[in-house]
């Protein structure tokens, strides 16, 4: 197995040499209190945000949106009005920004690149057996490199729980690298690589530490908690131990790496409680689409619903906003 | 009818485990209860008191750590040896507190029962007071006594063995480390005992003995900054001295267990507050989290 | 563009301030016969309120309305029915906590999150707790009999007002004993709040007396020959004058004094928690805490890493308003202790070690000082010694576990102490070893009902909170 060359030089080469070196780097990163880490979660979350730093919060978070639709029920027409929406979340307001990405499944990129065209707005696509990542190592390839030439800008991956909660760290670590791989694209820049840890599954934040520097370590642009089909999904002292880790991994190696929590996030108040957090637990350099994502899908509404009673100063209701 | 000269005994000071004469080279005349001249005793100095602090502070460390439940066979053992000197012990209360011997024999017993009962208490006492305290919170919480440290203990003047038992049984039971002052009038016991604690396991320092005047030694006791606590039972009817000392004792915050008003009856239970008054309650918490 | 959060003031009109204060005693607010003291908002230095200071005649007065409170009304009542008046009480701080808290904040300077959520909280739970005990002192493990001492004598510090009056007045009438109880001259008005609360609850008069002034007046209380018991909070040198003045007395005493807290991190400690419970240690409260981690003991080996995570920390912590939702760190509580504090820093600066604070605007008017830590402090400076109460760390090192024990115990004082590692066997070794009254082992700065608080050596004796809190008020 070769180290991937993001890592060359910080010292982390010779961690990925190795099972034996991967466990020890792994085992080997400070353990994380439990009850300590969701005391700080919960404290940042006592944050009052009013006025114009809420006005801001909110549309930060509208552009942090990859607003989401994994249903085995999706239709093409039912993706077409997501991507719509992604592009004019609030068709009343033409300054209300666009979201950063749509995300569904492999088979319905070509219809939401239709749509969104030359908007901005980023597909993204889960791939690799989502969202249980069991299969063949070759399927979960043919699956992303199919998302990738259909036009995925994003791929979201998950990895094999499997692998990792029985120690197996190099079988996980070769996965990610041979997706990261197949991300490529031959006319173009490759698609960017989430890697979803299916947090829930995980148990513990030392596993949620452990992992994250092991996907980041294989090359993944993203770190994401959550498929949104297993609970407890995102959390946010799940999401505080990510973001420490991202924060940590750049100290390191120079490179940043961005964060996504994905599921369960749905009122606006929430959300901005993760913006907080991205604000003092990484710092405001991830304050940003590039760097820090919500995977959600009613978390929209709330946020327009939220942003409309700032304009308007009087509270809406959700007759006045799209379902999609 | 023998011609034979007796060999008399040296009464010596007891401190960290040697038997050393006053560093002052003073003494004073001991006499029974009927005025004879029975012995010279150490008068102990200032000096002693201080070594004897040395001596108490350096055997605290190691005598606190020990399992409860050696303790507990030490000061067990402490009674079996004083049992086995009975004799010996009768005669010195006969001679110190001017009992009969029947009443002597029963004072004896009292303090070979009371160590039998400090004894037990070793692994007892962190059951009783500790506590497994229920916060509201996601924390275990545990409270258990420890030892206060170096006790100076100014013993009774009058109850020579079963008073000076009482009083230094239960401080060191629990793990610290003593300097008592006996009686002055009747320091023959406390002699004796210092004896019977050579010969019982008990590690030198844990217990240091000094014979001679409260009113001299206890003002350095009681001002002395590496003294965690003293026992003012010995000055009973003496409240200006009783007062002085607690006003010295208050520059480091000592512990204090006042003089009372009277000697007390040491037939009587002791109850727990003789080994509370040196306990402090430490409480540890930690995070229950996975 | 930045993520600056805007103001988010709570609201002071919840509470009223009147323009002066009487004294409470035997139920009634009353004028005093001393003279009076301004308490001002250390924040703004705005005057609150006039607020009398009691002279020794009104001392007597307040001692004499609680002997009688005691003789006629309190002794008798059996625990149930004094249990139900502290359950009431617990109950009307929990209905007026918000303006508790408000008012907490502005007479003290500390931020409105922690006056809102710990000290009103713990202030609400310690009643309820301490209630439930007046009806089950015989199950105490103090004999089948317990009775109470008769009038307490209790004298609180400024830095948790309210919170140490719940810790000194809810215990003290559970196990049957009346009380007057002297606030800080600082920070009276949490405590006149909390008279006109007793009132609401028809509380019996004479029951809990307040009086107000400064430390003549707390020195006629101790002195006075009608009470039984003195509780005292505060620094190490007044508890030692106190335990002068009783001697010779049958007056019982608690004392809960000064500390130089340790808190030690070995290299194997979760790391980022260990980060917040350091700042938790020493800034909570504007580090105005008698048991604050002031000495932070890392390991060698990841001292250089640590650091770095505690001032990149440091730096997000938001220093001003006290009344502002998102404050961390509020106003000093007084000119005279942030004079000391200043004090002390340049001692430490003179010593040698290296002074640093995160850039930190701070208001104009008021008393502020910014977080602050001292690196290569060692045992002999004065700031590793002495305790500053302030927002002031010093960082020592350490290469062993023996190392670490011995430099934490090296201090006259013995209040707590914190312990970091994952290995639980050291922490049971180090809690042990460390001659503290509370030993937090990945974690700092938690206080509960139920839970005993107090210290070894200097740092004073008897404990507060829990059954072991019973015993300073029954014989």
Known sequence: M????????????????????????????????????????????????????????LDLAIRMVDLTTLEGADTPGKVRALASKAMRPDPADPDCPSVAAVCVYPDMVATVRETLGGSGVHIAAVATAFPSGRAALDIKLADTADAVEAGADEIDMVIDRGAFLSGRYQQVYDEIVAVKAACARADGPSAHLKVIFETGELQ????????????????????????????????????????????????????????KPAGGIRTSKDAIKYLVMVNEVAGPDWLDPDWFRFGASTLLNDLLMQRTKMTTGRYSGPDYFTLD | MSDRIDVRKTYKLYIGGAFPRSESAYSYEVRDSRGAFVANAALASRKDARDAVVAARKAFGSWSARTAYNRAQILYRIAEVLEDRRPQFVQAVVQSEGLSSSKAEKVVDAAVDRLVWYAGWADKITQVLGSANPVAGPF????????????????????????????????????????????????????????????????????NLLTGSAATVAPWLAAHMDVNAIDLTGVVGDAALATELEVAAADNL???RRAPAVEPDWSADPGLEPMTTFLEIKTVWHPIGV | MPFEYAPAPESRSIVDIKASYGLFIDGEFVDGHGKSFKTISPSTEEVLAEVAEADEADVDAAVKAARKAYDKVWSKLPGRERAKYLYR?????????????????????????ESRDVDIPIVAAHFFYYAGWADKLEYAGRG???????????????????????????????????????????????????????????????????????????????????????????????????????????????????????????????????????????FFNQGHVC?????????????????????????????????????????????????????????????????????????????????????????????????????????????????AVEKANNTPYGLSAGVWTEKGSRILSMANQLRAGVVWANTFNKFDPTSPFGGFKESGYGREGGRHGLEAYLK
């Not at chain 2, 009482?166 to 610290?176: F, K, Q």
């Not at chain 3, 009307?92 to 931020?111: C, H, W, Y």
Request: glycine share 8%; with cysteine; charged share 20%.
């Open chain 3, 144 to 282: 089948t009999d317990p009775q109470p001492l008769g009038v307490a004598g209790q004298i609180i510090p400024w830095n948790f007002p309210l919170l140490m009056l719940a810790w000194k007045i809810a215990p003290a009438l559970a196990c049957g004993n009346t009380v007057v109880l002297k606030p800080a001259e600082t920070t009276p008005l949490t405590a006149l709040l909390f008279a006109e609360i007793c009132q609401q609850a028809d509380l019996p008069p004479g029951v809990v007396n307040i009086i107000t002034g400064a430390g003549g007046t707390g020195q006629a209380l101790v002195a006075h020959r009608g009470i039984d018991k003195v509780a005292f909070t505060g620094s190490t040198e007044v508890g030692k004058a106190i335990a002068r003045t009783v001697a010779g007395t049958d007056k019982k005493v608690t004392l809960e004094l000064g500390g130089k807290a340790a808190n030690i991190v070995f290299d194997d400690a979760p790391l980022d928690q260990a980060v917040e419970g350091i700042v938790t240690g020493i």
């Open chain 3, 89 to 113: 009480i617990a109950r009307i701080i929990q209905e007026r906590s918000r303006e508790l808290a408000v008012l907490e904040s502005i007479d003290n300077g500390k931020p409105i999150k």
């Open chain 2, 140 to 207: 275990f919480n545990l409270s258990t006594p420890e030892p206060t440290g170096v006790v100076a203990v100014l013993a009774p003047q009058e109850s020579s063995l079963l008073g000076l038992i009482s009083v230094v049984a239960p401080v060191i039971v629990t793990g610290n480390t003593v300097v008592v002052v006996s009686s002055y009038d009747r320091p023959l016991p406390a002699v004796n005992l210092a004896e019977v604690l050579a010969t019982s396991d008990v590690p030198g320092g844990v217990v």
């Open chain 1, 204 to 259: 513990t934040y030392d596993n949620v530490r452990r992992v994250s520097w092991l996907a980041m370590m294989a090359g993944a642009d993203f770190i994401k908690t959550s498929t949104g089909k297993v609970q407890p999904a995102a959390t946010l002292p799940v999401t505080m131990i990510m973001l420490e880790a991202v924060r940590d991994f750049r100290e390191q190696t120079g490179r940043m790496i961005g964060v």
């Open chain 3, 291 to 403: 048991c604050a981690g002031s000495r932070l003991l890392v390991q060698e080996s990841v001292a250089e890493e640590l650091l770095a995570r505690l001032k990149r920390r440091m730096s997000t912590l938001r220093v001003g308003d006290p009344l502002d939702k998102n404050t961390d760190i509020g106003a000093i509580n007084s000119a005279e202790q942030l004079a000391r504090i200043r004090e002390l820093s340049a001692i430490g600066e003179a010593e040698g070690a290296g002074r640093w604070s995160p850039e930190c605007e701070l208001p104009t008017t008021g008393f502020w000082f910014p977080p602050t830590l001292f690196t290569d402090v060692t045992q002999a400076h004065r700031i590793a010694r002495e305790e500053i109460f302030g927002p002031v760390l010093s960082v020592l090192t350490f290469r062993t576990p023996s190392e």
């Open chain 2, 254 to 256: 000592k512990r204090v």
């Open chain 1, 2 to 57: 070769t180290a991937t060359p993001t890592i060359l030089g910080s010292g982390l080469d010779e961690v990925t040499r190795s099972e034996a070196s991967l466990r020890q780097f792994l085992h080997g990163l400070p353990g994380v209190d439990q009850v300590g880490a969701e005391a700080r979660a919960a404290g940042l979350g006592t944050r009052s945000i009013k006025t114009t730093a809420k006005a801001y919060a």
